[in-house]
């Protein structure tokens, strides 16, 4: 059973920053893409960001952003969970969100099936 779980959320003033993770537990062969969604109180999810993979525990594609977090938000490997995470910086108000990882993960040689984490809170304050 694979599962996903988010960490690294919390309450910053606006101007700060926050580190997100995602972590995967289960047995996989590898991510074949990785993405970051928010859902802020009362709107829909809204993808932030996401890397598709060159089908190996290696990513080398550029990940790709929202307008919205372009030049602020930075994913990066994070190789000991082998997953890809957000650096979120120059936080607004507007970036208040729970925060949602999802990850298409090849679980052996011939399926590749999507999972969902359960979400962390970011809040930030004015």
């Known amino acids: 059973q694979v599962h996903l779980v988010e960490s690294g959320g919390g309450l910053v003033q606006a101007g700060g920053s926050l580190r997100l993770s995602c972590g995967v537990s289960?047995?996989?062969?590898?991510?074949?893409?990785m993405a970051w969604y928010r859902q802020a109180p009362g709107k829909q999810r809204e993808l932030v960001a996401y890397i598709i993979s060159d089908d190996s525990p290696n990513y080398s594609d550029s990940p790709n952003y929202s307008n919205s977090v372009k030049g602020r938000f930075t994913i990066s490997r994070d190789n000991a969970k082998n997953t890809w995470n957000p650096q979120m910086n120059s936080l607004k108000p507007e970036d208040t969100a729970v925060y949602y990882c999802k990850a298409n993960v090849k679980i052996d040689f011939y399926r590749v099936s999507e999972y969902w984490g359960q979400g962390t809170q970011v809040t930030v304050s004015s």
């Open positions: 289960g047995i996989i062969f590898s991510i074949d893409t």
